[in-house]
């Protein structure tokens, strides 16, 4: 299978216009693919191949995602939160977002504590 061949691309006024995705929707279109050319089946697909390893990798990322509900809840994944969580500007302007994608978290940050005094 061509996974990279023009019939791959995803028809984005058809998806554009669902209020949801499957997290294997979501991962198909966040790879620029088709989700009815790239599908949940091809989860199973040969590992040898980049796409579908991208797909397996980007699918798993996405359902945890799920789990902590930064993209939707349960199987439904909201189309602009998916492109806010991946930071993808890309993304967000073929989704027909207006503006860039700005994470709604603040980043964590570590301290460490450096000993004052010299080790023997």
Do not use: C
């Given at each position: ?44 697909g ?17 359902r ?40 709604e ?16």
């Open positions: 299978m061509e996974y990279n061949s023009s019939s791959a691309k995803p028809d984005w006024k058809h998806w554009q216009g669902l209020p949801y995705w499957t997290a294997a929707e979501a991962a198909a279109l966040s790879l620029g693919k088709d989700p009815h050319f790239l599908t949940q089946a091809d989860l199973d040969d590992e040898r191949l980049l796409t579908i390893q991208a797909f397996q990798k980007q699918h798993e990322r996405i945890r995602a799920l789990d902590l509900k930064l993209v939707g809840e349960g199987d439904a994944v909201i189309p602009e939160r998916l492109a806010i969580w991946l930071n993808d500007a890309a993304f967000a302007k073929v989704l027909g977002m207006t503006q860039k994608p700005k994470k978290a603040k980043p964590i940050v570590y301290e460490m504590q450096i000993p004052t005094k010299r080790l023997r």
